[in-house]
């Protein structure tokens, strides 16, 4: 006899963050775009990288932790670096000069796809009717919002391209991370943001020429940013997130973020919105009801005594 998984119950904590960390990177994707279009890609991203793991780390520090990591997680750490940060912060930012914010955003989530297949073959997850069922609108929410920008997707191949491999890293850095770890997570996201800036610093070093010939107080404006909110307080909580539920689930509870992003490309860049983000929410929110179950009113009280 077969038993039917049973709906996950996330911890209201994890919900809170997951709606800080929507709205940090959601609202980050138009900020970014400044970035991008006054700094070489590799300059913006290996500053936003290893300026925000050096506050984080010192945050870490005035908290009492050990800053040091432990030998034995030496080595994944910096793996999970080279996707977490070096390649989902480089092939992100590349996908961003080529394609509209709001589109880009699409694109860079749809790694719940990736999250969700990636964890099927290492055998950390399984595949249900209800998880195929949300997985699926979730998707179609992506289809949705990307039908009017088939053609400029057609002419910006290497965007597209760029935003797949983007999201591919994230979701495998997510299934990476998910582990034990005895380092603290706020001292493993200084560092992991630290050790995967490096390769971007070192590759900036050599392929960028003059990369402040056009930086401005909007690109600055747009570093501040993406250092406070997108990484400081977003990539933080994610690894807070991804330690308290599976990493599948918790890519696809990000599937909101490409509305937020819509949402701040709206008021930042002047973009449109229609019948195509609707369609988008409600599919949204039909992915997540069908997926993960909340808490009962009760436990949200037994938490908050």
Not at 137 to 153: E, Q, R, Y
Request: glycine share 8%; hydrophobic share 55%.
């Amino acid at each position: 006899m077969v038993t039917k998984p049973p709906k996950l119950s996330i911890p209201p904590k994890a919900i809170l963050w997951l709606i800080l960390i929507t709205v940090a990177f959601g609202s980050g994707w138009p900020i970014m775009k400044y970035g991008v279009i006054e700094l070489p890609i590799l300059t913006f991203r290996w500053m936003t990288a290893i300026f925000s793991g050096i506050c984080v780390l010192a945050i870490a520090a005035l908290m009492g932790h050990r800053l040091i990591l432990f030998r034995e997680e030496i080595t994944i750490a910096f793996l999970c670096s080279l996707f977490n940060v070096t390649g989902w912060f480089y092939f992100s930012g590349l996908g961003l000069t080529m394609l509209s914010a709001g589109r880009a955003t699409i694109l860079a989530y749809t790694h719940p796809l990736f999250a969700f297949l990636i964890a099927l073959v290492i055998g950390r997850d399984h595949l249900s009717a209800r998880r195929i069922f949300g997985l699926a609108c979730g998707m179609g929410a992506v289809v949705a919002l990307s039908i009017k920008d088939f053609s400029t997707f057609g002419e910006s191949p290497i965007g597209v391209l760029a935003m797949l491999v983007a999201a591919a890293c994230f979701a495998i850095g997510a299934n990476l991370q998910k582990r034990v770890w005895r380092t603290p997570l706020i001292v493993l996201a200084g560092w992991q943001m630290l050790l995967g800036g490096l390769p971007l610093l070192i590759l900036a070093t050599i392929f960028d020429t003059d990369p402040y010939a056009n930086f401005t107080l909007y690109g600055i404006g747009a570093v501040v940013y993406t250092v406070l909110i997108g990484n400081m307080i977003g990539f933080v909580l994610w690894l807070r997130v991804l330690d308290l539920i599976p990493a599948p689930i918790a890519t696809l509870s990000l599937l909101p973020t490409p509305m937020i992003g819509i949402a701040s490309g709206m008021i930042v860049l002047g973009e449109n919105v229609g019948w195509q983000e609707a369609t988008a929410l409600v599919l949204i929110t039909t992915a997540l009801a069908t997926t993960l179950t909340l808490p009962r009113l009760s436990q949200l009280k037994e938490k908050c005594n």
